[in-house]
């Protein structure tokens, strides 16, 4: 039992005092034999607890040692404790106003970095930043999700496309793991949406008219439930930058539907097939069997007289399919 942790001592303090405990009283040397350690090694751990109150001293030749009851020794240090993390707790909070302070720009009073933290305040903002766009917004839709997974189909973003506000979205292969993600993608594509996808992106934003974005407080150790608000500096520009060069890396996906050449069916399978997706998860995005997406593979690369996959996904491109 690591008892003593949490009011600031280490592992020889803790074992020291639990066996204490155990003999009621005891020299060093007895302590030592009782732990197994050697009786030198825990003269400093037992002065330590004599400080803080948690052990007292009965004797002096030789010093006998007795542990002081946990409900009475301990008690003190956890108020002591408790009192040093409010001071920290209000320290933290003035650094923090000072931080919001120092990042307000110069006669605008609008910080240039806000942080959210929660769920509801994340989503909100989501929100926020799409209903002000007012000519573009930019993606890039990749895990970790509030919830665990990704959300319901964007169906404010079905309406913005509606009112003339143009989205690109670069989709990482991992966004797009289950039918209802890539139904959600088809139904926005099929909105109007322009969609590309990107394996292994990690790098997830939201950037609205150029001038907002939104982005993890972390790439390393994503939190879905905190994110970093930005306004119009220079590291929106940065990120607009990071975007339009995954855009021009990522795989585009067709909605669209023609009475010539590869079906509409053909070319979502073509730039799945692109994008690096495994046959199964193809299958679920297109409804059919993995068999189904199999054959219908061989004959495309038939038709376009290659004999890879990856030949197949050039040729596609040469003539235009995906």
Aim: net charge negative.
């Amino acid at each position: 039992m690591f008892l003593l942790e949490p009011v600031g001592f280490g592992r020889t303090e803790n074992d020291a005092y639990l066996g204490l405990l155990d003999l009621k009283r005891a020299t060093a040397e007895e302590l030592g034999e009782h732990l197994g350690v050697p009786a030198a090694g825990l003269l400093p751990s037992l002065q330590r607890l004599l400080e803080a109150g948690l052990v007292q001293q009965l004797g002096f030749t030789p010093a006998v040692y007795a542990a002081v009851p946990p409900d009475e020794s301990l008690a003190a240090l956890i108020d002591h404790r408790r009192g040093e993390l409010a001071r920290m707790r209000s320290h933290v909070e003035e650094l923090a106003d000072r931080l919001r302070a120092g990042s307000r720009r110069a006669g605008r009073g609008q910080p240039v970095v806000e942080l959210l933290d929660g769920e509801d305040a994340v989503l909100a903002a989501v929100a926020r930043i799409q209903l002000q766009a007012r000519e573009e917004v930019i993606a890039v839709d990749a895990p970790p999700y509030i919830g665990g997974g990704p959300g319901n189909p964007n169906d404010l973003e079905l309406n913005r496309l509606a009112a003339g506000v143009a989205y690109r979205c670069v989709y990482s292969r991992e966004a797009l793991d289950s039918p209802e993600t890539l139904e959600a993608m088809r139904r926005c594509t099929e909105a109007g949406e322009q969609a590309r996808i990107l394996p292994g992106v990690t790098l997830k934003m939201v950037v609205a008219d150029r001038s907002t974005a939104m982005l993890p407080v972390s790439y390393t150790e994503p939190d879905p439930g905190m994110r970093l608000l930005v306004h119009g500096s220079a590291l929106v520009d940065v990120l607009v930058c990071c975007f339009e060069q995954l855009w021009a890396r990522a795989t585009p996906v067709d909605a669209r539907q023609t009475e010539c050449g590869p079906t509409g069916r053909d070319r979502e399978l073509l730039s799945l097939l692109a994008s690096g997706l495994k046959d199964r998860t193809i299958a679920r995005a297109l409804g059919v069997t993995e068999r189904t997406v199999g054959r219908r593979l061989t004959e495309l690369m038939a038709e376009l007289g290659v004999e890879t996959r990856f030949q197949a996904g050039v040729q596609a491109a040469r003539r235009g399919w995906i």
